[in-house]
């Protein structure tokens, strides 16, 4: 028993820390994104890829969290973005006082929207709030079509479903009807795009998406509340 | 303080029944492997193969760790294969209560070796012993190449690499070198295969080593005390 209520100790202080950086947020009118996936989805690659396209339009800074290393930071400065590192050294999934500490090492004047890129694990990082407007899964062709039936609570927790590495569906056993019904199943109202960083395709809608959010402020928000 | 102390305690507790699993196994000269990776690394397609090949030769018993559903046993069965299922309820990883519970409901008398398939997760799973002889971690060349940089406890856990989807190195930056020299440097002792469950390519070799594995009793049991 004294396990669980400090457990939900933790969860109730994670909520308080992530309610106080969502309102630094949106005080200033930065829309924020949570990134997840399960680990080598594409998410960095993905952020690479729109970094560089909306540069001159949209100034994206990202929190990075794994567990080792700063490869991944140091692959969004070289595309162009404003990049801090988390090493959780260990830890599965960041939790709200890490993004916290790391949103004193930007500069927010330098950006028009946040993502935190959070480790990839498709089980942790589903239950705790960071402070975002909008949780975004990205899976991958390449995972097999269960996995919104296999890990549900990251499939409901978020509002957007990216599938990514569509140009390998003529290699792969997968079927994408099965992974949007699967999804759509444990949350209907999942907005879901089908891309390939690789060759590009299906960026375009992304993208268009990306800059109606980053602009249309309060709007998004109150529907994103009513989807979270 | 409290919360390291209480953390401290739940693995000691669980070391406490992993020992004893590793007793009952090895008592009866059941050689387990913990199969470890990130979601949709391929490691339930590697059971069935293994299951379907080594049909007549040996007989395999596969505790199945799941967040939700029971597809994963269910395709063991098809296969041929004794399973057990254990669905986490939102857990992102197995504990050593889980397989011995799981293990009561297993002949053990109709098996001559066991796999324990982890949830798939590239973090939590690496901290956790479930009183097997060796774990072994699946990764694909999907996923990118620096994974084992990244999540260095599960490699530096592992005895064994499985490298898999070769089939997909022509259409995917993937280089088999560089993931080979990044775990090596965590875990110079590792054992690597690289196959393709599509393909058949490779799979000879991990089933030669397998056959060796589940029959040199105590011999490899040493061997892998030393590596883990």
């Given at each position: 028993m004294a396990k669980i209520s400090i457990?939900?100790?933790?969860?109730?202080?994670?909520?308080?820390?992530?309610?106080?950086?969502?309102?630094?947020?949106?005080?200033?009118?930065l829309r924020t994104i949570n990134m997840m996936s399960s680990a080598?989805?594409?998410?960095t690659t993905l952020l690479e890829q729109t970094i560089r396209h909306l540069n001159g339009r949209?100034?994206?800074?990202?929190?990075?969290?794994d567990v080792e290393t700063a490869a991944d930071a140091e692959r969004i400065d070289a595309a162009g973005g404003e990049s801090v590192q988390i090493i959780t050294q260990g830890a599965c999934h960041l939790e709200a006082h890490m993004v916290r500490a790391a949103l004193t090492q930007i500069d927010l004047e330098a950006i028009d929207m946040l993502f935190v890129e959070n480790v990839g694990n498709l089980v942790c990082p589903a239950g705790w709030d960071l402070g975002e407007d909008l949780k975004a899964?990205?899976?991958s062709t390449t995972e097999g079509d269960d996995k919104p039936a296999k890990y549900p609570h990251m499939f409901a927790a978020s509002q957007v479903m990216i599938i990514n590495k569509?140009?390998?569906?003529?290699?792969?056993?997968?079927d994408l009807s099965a992974v949007k019904r699967f999804?759509?199943?444990?949350?209907?109202?999942?907005?879901?795009?089908e891309l390939s960083c690789r060759t590009g395709e299906g960026l375009a809608a992304w993208y268009e998406w990306l800059l109606a959010f980053a602009h249309a402020?309060?709007?998004?928000?109150?529907?994103?509340?009513?989807?979270?």
């Open positions: 457990v939900q100790n933790i969860l109730a202080a994670n909520d308080d820390v992530a309610r106080e950086i969502r309102q630094t947020l949106q005080a200033r009118g080598g989805a594409g998410k949209l100034r994206l800074g990202v929190i990075e969290g899964v990205v899976v569509i140009d390998l569906l003529p290699y792969v056993d997968y999804a759509l199943a444990v949350n209907p109202r999942l907005r879901i795009f402020k309060t709007e998004v928000s109150e529907e994103a509340e009513v989807g979270g």
